[in-house]
């Protein structure tokens, strides 16, 4: 013999209606790696403007000061890039070691200034007042690139877009595919 417990409004039965509970609210989306790396590069930025003295609030930002964001960040980098007076200066494979100093590859400085750019401009700033799309930051850029690459003695290449060139009755011109009909 059992001891039954009473049941429960709608329990064991299919014709009863079930109290259902309002569905729960869905988690955040997980972040893409680069909206991730976005954010995080913003907090760090909006982080080192707080620690200046005095303390520069984000609308009154410029591009001196992401240039000395920029220099900041040196200390932390991971690249080698040889002094001039550095007996591997140039040298692609140096044999040994030496006691010039590390720094920010050029291409982790280029995708992160990408990053805060557009996180500047998704945090309400507008793109005519956007420091990170300074022409002085480019040109910044455009100077780490240069000196890291003469310093590891291979030139920068810039990437060659694809054209995608449409061949017309077997002919390798590169003219227009409109072509003019005499009457």
Not at 83 to 107: H, K
Not at 177 to 182: A, D, G, K, P, T
Request: proline residues 9%; charged residues 20%; glycine residues 8%.
């Amino acid at each position: 013999m059992s001891i039954s417990k009473p049941r429960e409004l709608g329990e064991g039965s299919s014709t009863s209606p079930i109290p259902v509970a309002p569905p729960e609210p869905h988690p955040p989306a997980q972040l893409s790696r680069y909206e991730s790396q976005k954010r995080r590069d913003w907090n760090t930025f909006g982080q080192y403007l707080k620690n200046q003295r005095p303390p520069v609030h984000m609308s009154q930002c410029n591009y001196g000061h992401v240039l000395e964001f920029l220099q900041y960040l040196d200390q932390f980098g991971k690249t080698k890039v040889h002094l001039q007076g550095c007996v591997f200066f140039g040298d692609p494979d140096p044999a040994g070691p030496c006691t010039c100093p590390l720094r920010q590859a050029w291409g982790s400085l280029d995708a992160l200034i990408g990053r805060l750019r557009a996180a500047y401009e998704e945090n309400g700033g507008l793109s005519e007042m956007n420091p990170f799309a300074s022409g002085a930051i480019r040109v910044y850029l455009r100077e780490v690139r240069d000196s890291q690459a003469k310093a590891r003695g291979i030139p920068y290449k810039k990437k060659k877009k694809k054209r995608n060139n449409n061949v017309i009755g077997g002919d390798n011109s590169t003219s227009s595919s409109f072509q003019m009909q005499s009457s």
